[in-house]
């Protein structure tokens, strides 16, 4: 079992930044993968962005890349998601989760979630 925790969620001006940390607890940290994936009002859950184990993989939604960053600390069991350049579109609750099985887009590859965490960027 894994517990996830998200904070750093908010409300952010278009062009801002922000950054998001989820902290884990239970299983060993550095077993699991981790991503980010996020949902907007009547929209389906979409990934963001995974980090392998060791955090040396990292991988990307298209409509982020270059703009977000995510990283991993495995001595303080915390995945982090960097948010630069905003933009409205950006605007979603979102997740943490870990998988047993490696990095992935795929959320069915994700066994544990967070309870999310809301950003809202304005114009």
């Known amino acids: 079992q894994v517990q996830l925790v998200e904070s750093g969620g908010g409300l952010v001006q278009a062009g801002g930044s922000l950054r998001l940390s989820c902290a884990a607890s239970?299983?060993?940290?550095?077993?699991?993968?981790m991503g980010w994936f996020r949902q907007a009002p009547g929209k389906e859950r979409e990934f963001v962005a995974t980090?392998?184990?060791?955090?040396?993989?990292?991988y990307y939604a298209d409509s982020v890349k270059g703009r977000f960053t995510i990283a991993r600390d495995n001595a303080k069991n915390t995945v982090y998601l960097q948010m630069n350049s905003l933009k409205l579109e950006d605007t979603a609750v979102y997740y943490c989760?870990?998988?047993?099985?490696?990095?992935?887009?795929?959320?069915?590859?994700?066994?544990?979630w967070g309870q999310g965490t809301q950003v809202t960027v304005s114009s």
């Open positions: 989760a870990a998988s047993p099985l490696g990095s992935s887009s795929y959320i069915d590859r994700y066994d544990y």
């Open positions: 239970g299983r060993t940290f550095s077993s699991v993968a």
């Open positions: 980090i392998s184990r060791g955090g040396n993989t990292k």
